[in-house]
């Protein structure tokens, strides 16, 4: 006579093992096995913990108990926020070009030039510079230099640099026009390799330089 799930001894057996399963409770986790729990976290890395969580819900890395995972997904949202939240700083909180010059250029009044586009490039000179972005200071301060020329009745930026102004003016010209142009090539064309050199504050800083030209180009239309 075959049995029923009331008898049979193997299904009792199996209902038992259940029933201590459910009923088996995981002690809670405290502040020092969450601390415990985090310096794990950190040694897996914040993209291997939410994968697990994610695509295994903690089973494989993590741990599968459910205070754990909760604790693992808060740690997983701290990490989040610390990394949208962390930003390179400038080492000064000073601007590429002064204040006291773009006013200077924003009053400017020609019939021959229009005079926004080189605001624009002066302000976001400025905002990425104080954003610590000193790849994009350097293509955009070669991209004023491109662009200011005709202003002097030049074609080119060299031509500018080496005949227009005084032998101080032009001094100063050379320089910025040598020092932009070694930094934006050798950073802008550089191939991918073992090492790679990243532009710094002082190498992108031609501040001194570039508010003589912008003063020029004051004088010049003013």
Request: hydrophobic share 35%; with cysteine.
């Amino acid at each position: 006579m075959q049995g029923t799930p009331d008898t049979d001894p193997y299904v009792q057996t199996l209902a038992l093992e259940v029933d201590r399963a459910e009923t088996r409770v995981t002690p809670p986790l405290d502040d020092a096995g969450r601390t415990r729990l985090f310096a794990r976290l950190e040694s897996l890395g914040l993209e291997r913990v939410k994968h697990d969580l994610l695509e295994h819900m903690g089973r494989r890395e993590v741990g599968g108990a459910p205070d754990v995972r909760d604790s693992a997904w808060d740690w997983v949202h701290m990490k989040e926020a610390e990394v949208a939240g962390a930003k390179p700083r400038a080492p000064t909180a000073l601007g590429l070009v002064s204040q006291t010059r773009l006013d200077e250029l924003r009053k400017l009044s020609s019939g021959r030039f229009d005079f926004g586009k080189l605001i624009r490039l002066c302000e976001e000179i400025n905002i990425v510079y104080g954003e610590g972005c000193y790849f994009s200071t350097a293509m955009l301060t070669r991209a004023l230099l491109d662009h200011v020329p005709p202003v002097f009745g030049k074609s080119s930026f060299d031509e500018v640099a080496n005949h227009y102004g005084t032998r101080s003016v032009k001094g100063a010209l050379k320089h910025l026009n040598g020092a932009s142009k070694s930094v934006a090539d050798s950073h802008l064309h550089e191939r991918i390799s073992k090492r790679a050199m990243l532009p710094t504050a002082q190498q992108v800083d031609c501040r001194q330089q570039l508010d003589v030209l912008l003063g020029e180009v004051v004088r010049i239309a003013g």
